[in-house]
Each structure stands twice: as C-alpha cells, then as structure tokens.
C-alpha cells in the first residue's frame, strides 16, 4: 500500500545532530485531551495511513474518541516488533517453516514468508527444575534441558539464519519480559525505512499474555496468540476496536512492611472486581511519580491477571533512569525524552487526560496479601489467610481413617509452628524424629513419612511442599529480590531453616540478579535454606516445576493429600504448577521464604512462631522481616549499571552448547519425518488460492459441556505428559522413553502431541462425564465417545478421532469467562485440529476469542443471562447452527440459530431446544480471517496474490 499523509504530519526530529523523521499528533484535532496510550495508537495510525487500512476518517475518529462510548470504531494497529517466548515462539516459526512450502505449491514467492516486523524470541520456557537444592542444580538443568530440546534448538538456529530480522535469545539467559524491559525495549524506536531514518513509539505485541510487563516503560503492547503474531510478522495489522480506557489514579507511598507484590495484588483484585476486559487500563496522578520503574512492571505485568489489554504508565524521568541505569546508551535515552515531549507523550501530573473510567488507590492502605488457592485475583490478606485457608482446604482434602495414621494430637513436642530442623542419624533421636506440617480439625489426613536421610515427619493437608522464587512478575524487581535475600539472612542467623518436605526454587529472571546476589552475599544465605538457582527461565510459574521430593510426591499419591504450592509468580490456575499440588498461591519473594520456613498455609504469622533462635527463644516473621532502608541499602551497594551493560553485551551470543549446535541452512527447512519436537504443520494441506463457502454447521456433537472461568490452561497442552494419556501412547509408539516425555511446551513444534494434549488438563471438568459415572463428573482429559452406541467415556482425543472419521463436526459447551489465561495459540489450534467448529460460551476472554476465530473456529454466546444449563442442554443433542452462510455475502451476522435436537443418546422425554446464539466476531477483519478459514489461510492467499 501507499503511504499517505492527510494530515501533513509528516516532520523532522534533531536529536544531537541526528534527523528523525517523525508523524505529529498534533496535527489531529483533539489530540490534547487523549491518555497516553491512544496518543500512542493516533502516531501509530498516522504513519501507517494508506487510505485502505488505515483511512483519514479513521484518525479523525481517534482523536474524536468518545471516552464514554462502548467501542465501535475497528482501527488497524501495526506494532513495531513482535517478541515471543520459545514455547508459543516455536510452533509461529514451524508455520512460517511451512508457510514457505505452501506459497511454492501455490505458485507464489517463498522467499515473501519472512517477517517484516523485527521479531525477536527468548528461550526461556523449557529449562525444567529436575534437580533442586544442591550448588550444581543449575549446571544439571541446562544440561538436561539440552539433551530434551536439541531437535528443537537446531531448529531455532536455522529460523535465525533463514529468516531475516529474526533474533534468538538463546537458552540461559533470562525470562523474555524481564530481558524485554531490561534490553530489548527502546521506548522510541529508530529504524531506517525507505531510506529514510524514522523515529516513532516502541510497541510490541507477543506470544505471551505478560507482554503488558513492557507496558511499565510506557511501550504499548500485549499479548497475542502465536498466529497473530505471525501475520504481525508478516506485515499485517492487529485488528481492534478504539478501546475504552480505565484512569488509575495513584496515591500515597508504599508502607514498610508491604511489597509491590502486595501492590499489584490489590491492584488485580481492585479491577478484576471493576471489570476491565478489552480495556486499557492507564496509571496517572501525583502519585506515578513515586513508582518506580520495577513496581510499574509489577503492575503492567498482572494486566492479564485483571483482564486489561494493556496497563501502561507513561513516560518521564523515572522512565529514563530506568533506561540509563539498565544501559541503554546516552543518545537513545535522549531520544525518548526530546521525542516524548515534542509529541506531547511525557508524563504531566498537572492535566488530567480524559478517562471512560476512573479508579484510584491510595497505596499507604495496601497490606501484605497473598493470592489463591486457584486463581491471581483471589486476593487474601496474610493476616486472614490461616483463617481462610481453612474454609478452603474443605473443597480440596480428603480424610482418611486408617489405623496406623500418626495422631498429630500425640506428637505434643513437636508442634506445627516448631521448624525442628531434621536432626541426623548420629543425633540422641537414632535418626528418627517427627516433625508436624500442620493440620486442619475438619480435614486433617496426617501421614507419616520416613527419609532417605533417616529421618521421619508428619505430611498432613495444607502442607507446602513447593516455595518458589520465580516468574519475572518478580524477578525484574531488585525491592523484593533483595528483600527475600535479607529474609532468609536473619532467618539463617536465627538458626532456622526450612521445613524438609518443602522443595525450593531461585529462578531469576535475568543474570543480572545473580550478579547483585553475589555481590551482596545474599546468594549463600538463600542457598543455605535450600534456594539455590534452577535456572534462567520461566520455570514453576507455567508448570516446569520438576518432581518433588520423592518421598513427599509419594505420600501425596498414595493418601490423596490435597498440598500447597507458594511461588512469587502470576499464575495458580488449577493443575498448572504440579500435578501432585491441588492448591498454589501467590505471595511475595520474602513470602515465599517464610512459607518454606513455615513449611504449611495453616499458619498465622502474626501468632505463630517460626521456630526459635539458638538462645531458644521464639522466633516470628516480624523479627526477621527487612526493613526499607535494609533494602534499599543493599540495593544501592551491590546494583550498578555497569552489570547491565556486561550481561547483555552478548545477550545473542549463547554459551558453547549453543554455539556448537549443528545449523541446518537452507531457505526451506529439511523436516525429519521421524521427529517427534519439530513436525510440518497441516494448516495448508489441500488449501487453494480461491475461498472455500462458509458452510452452516449440521449434525455437530458436543464434545464438552463445560463450567466457569475455563482457562487456557485447562483447554492448551501444559505440563508434564502423564503416562497412559493418548500424548504419552503416541510418543511411546515411536520410541520416547517415559523419562524423556518432557512437556508438552517442549513439544509444541509437534501437532500430533499437542492434539492429543489438548483439553486434556488433569483438572478439566467436562460435566459430560457424570452421566456415565453415577452422577460424578471425572476430571481429566474425558468425554463421552457418541459414535458408540452406549456413549461411552473416553479420552477427548480418541473420541474426536472417531467423529473425525465419520465427518461429525463438533461444539464445545461453556460457561463465564472461556479462555482466560495465557495467549495460548494452541487452545484455539489444538480446538480446530479435533475437529471443533463452534465454541458457545456465557462469555469469552479477549485472547482466546480472537484466537478461535483466526484458527477458523466460530465463538458464538449463548442470550444474555442464559447458560447451557438453563435452557436444558446436557450435551446428548445434536446441533445444528444456521445463518453462518451469510459470511458468503459479506455480512456478519449479530445472531444465528441453533436447534439442539434430542439424540438417542438422550434422556427419555427430551424436548428440543432452540435459541439465537450472539455471533462473537467483533471486526470486519475477523469476519475476513474466519472466511479465509483462518488467518495464516488469509495471510498466505494475500501474499500470493500479491
């Protein structure tokens, strides 16, 4: 398309003698009273106006914005790069790999398929803490990562190598939106184009729902499902709609004893509450000046968690402090200040832009919370958690009645608070003592359990066997790393230690917090309580936790225990971190290492000790918990810029094992049939150049009748392969030992695992299943096969198979919130792959919405306030969806009928249902993707034509 330039906004830009070409803003009425982040997307529709995507009456309609409207307007976004993580990043390279050879079946130009935006990934998902607690369990890690994923790494090395403008980040070096705002971000970008050097925002759209980490430097962007990001890739605009924008008016200072974390807690339970799906959510006030950088990507980091699209801070001097300190060069911070005030993008406290919505927090009344047991924005006041923990371990315990179980009551020396550090066996106890993780009156299942070590105690519900400190929401800020580091000195020196069934984690985000702990000395005092780093990477937080304690997991699958995880991290969904942990919170750093001295949730920090120090006195959190000023000393001893400059000099590099991979070349990639990582995708098979008729849907089975808040976690391949799964039998077909299973993230490069893991979730609860089961709904990857005559239950994939074969299509049954969690590209290509064509949900999350229909998969809603449930479906019936045909015409439909008939599967005396279901394509770009039968199908039919 050619440029154009209705507004004459075109100007230059004298940063040090250098000319930029820049697009004004305020050349666009109305400009002045927009927030900081629609300004963003007025430059970005101003550059790339072309008067067929992006038109003049398009602008003028930004700086028209209604800030009290619903949103109506659809606007075409082009970001300036795109950043992925390996997991979601390896399957958008796969399809690229792919793309190549369909463009060549189609007559067209394989070397079109290459990205156009800068792309840059980050390896970071696969590193898996195995082994845990020792000096060498980071070496072991790498190691190990290695050996499972070099199929996968080779792959990488070529994508490098054949695709311009494509960045790796190799294995080892840090979390992706921790080294995205500690390095990759420019917050104005520079870039050469047509000859000419342009200077314009930084914004970014990833394969990772905490891309929003980034927007704490004032950067716009958001996650995205792989797919999308692969047509940002390849040149083609994020369709959306002029968002509505939340104002958060930020107030008051931070008190001593609470953390950032505690912040963005308060902050997620605030919005969630508010209700801020598809919004932008924009800080602002006296108060944004008090932030630090660190805490606003805290904060920008949990936008997922509340809903947003993005929670951005705009810019100003914290902003450029942050860039100088972290290394950028003098010149690119000069840069973003002479651009952002020229462009009216720097933060003034004075004007209030105009907001659709306005919040406020007063951060001198934040407390110390934690989050759980299932979801981020289930906020819990430390000082109640004890209290609630016991309401809620209810739904999740069982009781056992054996003889031989140890009566807690009975061990009066060794109480629940007492840390008993596990004497050895040359101690007067002959190397047997016990030592209690808690219990709960009404849900107590005490177990007793013996070590290796020669020791033995009491695992009991509620206890917590996982402390982790991870995920970059946490890692990225030096406050409340350096504060768990000084916890757990004044715990050492206390003699206190953590409890022996817990299994500890350090992952930082980047090696510059190795670098600020070991300076400090804060490294020993972490690893002598058992923290010692695992790896670079973003481990426990998406479920690479590693096995845990042997005799722990043991005791947990024999008895049914219903344990605790604590980790620093965003997400707890159900079933997430480990498969042997039912319930998981969020705390702070310093929470983590007090849950592991703790070693159960059925403790009150406020009344419980934490044992007693070497004089026999008790011990409690607040004896040990580091001042401010403690912090902020260490921080400003042992934190330099100098350490970011060194880390990140070869941040592209890698370590040998990386440099001495072998490196296919070639323009087309040489597929190995016998791969069970790094497989070719079947999105294109017999695809042509001409459209396919969008076609009714008749005769569907539902493949799930499913409740609320179904997340992405539930429905997208995540974890371990568990043995005996339909994923496990395909990779023991073709000679994968159960030990190098690795996960599913490890194999997302691979369609035949990732199908066969999809809704697979050890905790999925597809209500089908009850019918079967006397009433009980089975969790786990289970539905009811209606190709056999009895219905019977069977693993979501293999009945799917059988409705493949016999051409059924299918529908899934959902409840509120459908999807939310991680921008999971294989959610929605794991949906489309079983053969699923309609997903009829109460209401969708952004992500997966859009990502169902760039996969060809229609989301439709069930009426205002009505539910599968309520109108008598059960899931026996066979649907039929009409008024999809009207796609053909280039209309897109508000509704479309669907009749649920009674199948002979049914309930006898079963009546018939009918309703309109409301048509969730939201854009005509939408409308365009799903009649293409997706987006790389639009993508590529595009790029031919061309």
Known sequence: MTAVNSFGAKDTLRVDGTEYEIYRIDKVEGYEDLPFSLKVLLENLLRTED??????????????????????????????????????????????????????????????????????????????????????????????????????????????????????????????????????????????????????????????????????????????????????????????????????????EIPPAVTATDVVLTITDMLRKHGVVGKFVEFYGEGVAEVPLANRATIGNMSPEFGSTAAIFPIDDVTLEYLRFTGREEHAVSLVEQYAKEQTLWHDPSREPEFSEYMELDLSTVVPSIAGPKRPQDRILLSEAKEQFEKDIVSYASVSSSDDIVDLESQDSFPAS????????????????????????????????????????????????????????????????????????????????????????????????????EKSGLDKSLEAIGFYTVGYGCTICIGNSGPLIEEVSSAINDNDLAVTAVLSGNRNFEGRISPDVKMNYLASPPLVVAYALAGSMHFDFDADSLGTDREGNPVYLKDIWPAPDEVQQVIDESISREQFIKQYATVFDGDERWRNLPTPTGPTFDWDTNSTYVRKAPYFDGMSTELEPVADITGARVMATLGDSVTTDHISPAGTIKAGTPAAQYLTEHGVTQKDFNSYGSRRGNHEVMIRGTFANIRLKNELTAAVNNGKVIEGGYTRDFTQPDGPQSF???????????????????????????????????????????????????????????????????????????????????VSITGLEQLNEGVTPKTVHVVAEPSEHSAEGKQTVEFDAIVRIDTPGEAEYYRNGGILQYVLRQLVAS
């Not at 369990?137 to 050996?147: G, S, T």
């Not at 849900?443 to 020669?454: C, L, M, Q, Y």
């Open 51 to 252: 008067g067929a995507n992006v038109t003049a009456d398009h602008i003028r309609a930004l700086g028209a914005w209604d800030p009290s409207a619903e949103p109506n307007t659809e606007i075409q976004f082009t970001p300036a790069r795109v950043v992925m993580q390996d997991f979601t990043g390896v399957p958008c390279i796969v399809d690229l790999a792919t793309m190549r050879e369909a463009v060549t079946e189609l007559g067209g130009d394989p070397n079109k398929i290459n990205p156009l935006s800068p792309a840059e990934m980050v390896i970071d998902h696969s590193v898996i803490a195995d082994v845990f607690g020792t000096e060498n369990a980071l070496e072991r890690n790498v190691e190990i990562e290695y050996e499972r994923n070099g199929e996968r790494y080779q792959f990488l090395r070529w994508g490098q190598t054949a695709f311009d403008d494509f960045k790796v980040v190799p294995p080892g070096t840090g979390i992706v939106h921790q080294v995205n705002i500690e390095h990759l971000a420019k917050v104005i970008y520079d870039r050469t184009v047509d000859g000419v050097l342009r200077a314009y925002p930084d914004t970014c759209v990833g394969t990772d729902s905490h891309t929003t980490m980034v927007n704490g430097l004032g950067v716009l962007g958001w996650g995205v499902g792989g797919i999308e990001a692969e047509a940002a890739m390849l040149g083609q605009p994020v369709s959306m709609l002029i968002p509505r924008v939340v104002g958060f008016k930020l107030s008051g």
């Open 796 to 878: 979501i994939y293999d009945a799917c198979e059988n409705y493949q074969e016999q051409d059924v299509p299918l529908v899934v049954f959902g409840g509120k919130e459908y999807g939310s969690g991680s921008s999971r590209d294989w959610a929605a290509k794991g949906t489309r792959l079983l053969g699923v064509k309609a997903v009829i949900t109460e209401s969708f999350e952004r992500i997966h919405r859009s990502n169902l229909i760039g996969m060809g998969v229609v989301p439709l809603q069930f009426p205002e306030g009505s539910s599968w449930s309520s109108l008598g479906l059960d899931g026996t019936e066979v």
């Open 418 to 517: 007492d840390p008993g550090n596990a004497p050895g066996k040359d101690d007067e106890t002959n190397g047997t003592v016990i030592i209690s993780s808690g219990s709960v009156a009404h849900a107590s299942n005490p177990v007793r359990v013996d070590t290796k070590e020669g020791y033995s105690y009491v695992l009991d519900n509620g206890a917590v066997t996982l402390a982790a400190i991870t995920s970059c929401t946490n890692t990225s800020n030096p406050t409340v790393m350096i504060a768990a580091g000084l916890l757990a000195k004044k715990a050492v020196e206390k003699g206190l230690d953590r409890k022996p069934w817990v299994k500890t984690t350090l992952g930082p985000g980047s090696k510059v917090v190795t670098d600020y702990y």
